[in-house]
C-alpha cells in the first residue's frame, strides 16, 4: 500500500527553522519525483519545492528561494524540506506528493495524478 506521511510541523516564531519530514512506504521514493506543497487559509495550493528521481534537479518557488532546501534521505525513503528564516506568511498546512510515474524530472511530474500525504501544519507567529 503505497502511503505518505509528513510530520514536523509546529508553532515557531518568525525567523525560526523547522525541519518537515515526508516519509514514504508501499514504494521506492527515491524512484519519483517528490513535491512539497502548501495551502493556507481562503489561498489556493502552492508548490514550493520538488526534487526530481535520482536527485538530478530541485526547483523551489520564488518566495522560498535561498531560506527553504529539499534533501532526500535514501536509506530512510524519506523527503526532507529544511526551512529557514520563516516568515509569518509561510503559515500553511504542509503536503508532500509523490509523481504517479518513475524518473522523471520536477518540469514533468503530474503530482495531481499520484499520492499524496495528509498534511503536517506550520504556524509561524509571535
Known amino acids: 500500500q503505497v502511503q505518505l506521511v509528513e510530520s514536523g510541523g509546529a508553532l515557531v516564531q518568525p525567523g525560526g527553522s523547522l525541519r518537515l519530514s515526508c516519509t514514504a512506504s508501499g514504494f521506492t521514493s527515491d524512484y519519483y519525483a517528490i513535491g512539497w506543497f502548501r495551502q493556507a487559509p481562503g489561498k489556493e495550493r502552492e508548490e514550493v519545492s520538488c526534487i526530481s528521481a535520482s536527485d538530478e534537479s530541485t526547483y523551489y518557488t520564488a518566495s522560498v528561494k535561498g531560506r527553504f532546501t529539499i534533501s532526500r534521505d535514501i536509506a530512510k525513503n524519506t523527503v526532507h524540506l529544511q526551512m529557514n528564516s520563516l516568515k509569518v506568511e509561510d503559515t500553511a498546512v504542509y503536503y508532500c506528493?509523490?509523481?504517479?510515474?518513475?524518473?522523471?524530472?520536477?518540469?514533468?511530474?503530474?503530482?495531481?495524478?499520484?499520492?499524496w500525504g495528509q498534511g503536517t501544519q506550520v504556524t509561524v507567529s509571535s
Open positions: 506528493a509523490a509523481d504517479d510515474l518513475r524518473f522523471r524530472d520536477c518540469s514533468q511530474a503530474d503530482f495531481s495524478a499520484g499520492s
